[in-house]
């Protein structure tokens, strides 16, 4: 999904104050842990991943990776903190602004 760049603004805003729910370190991405970032979306659109200083892949590595692996856009990447979002197929909570 490709979004704008007034969509991706709106969806950083809405991700400043989230907490990040998972941690990556020094065993890069897990299969556990993309199964873990995948439920995640079960009941939330956006996720934010936090990549520790011990984790051996760059950070841009594995951001894609991540959302290549959970089928999910990729919304930004601060220094070592990644934002994915992956709307609900029915119902989305998120409206996105126009594009």
Do not use: W
Request: charged share 25%; with cysteine.
């Amino acid at each position: 999904m490709q979004l704008t760049s007034k969509q991706r603004a709106y969806l950083k805003s809405l991700a400043a104050n989230e907490p990040a729910l998972f941690q990556i370190g020094k065993s890069n991405l897990t299969p556990e842990g993309c199964q873990a970032v995948q439920e995640a979306f079960n009941t939330r659109e956006i996720v934010k991943i936090s990549i520790l200083k011990g984790a051996s892949e760059d950070p841009m590595t594995l951001a894609e990776a991540l959302a290549d692996r959970t089928k999910s856009t990729l919304v930004q990447l601060i220094g070592r903190k990644i934002v994915l979002y992956k709307p609900f197929k029915e119902h989305p909570q998120i409206v996105l602004p126009r594009a």
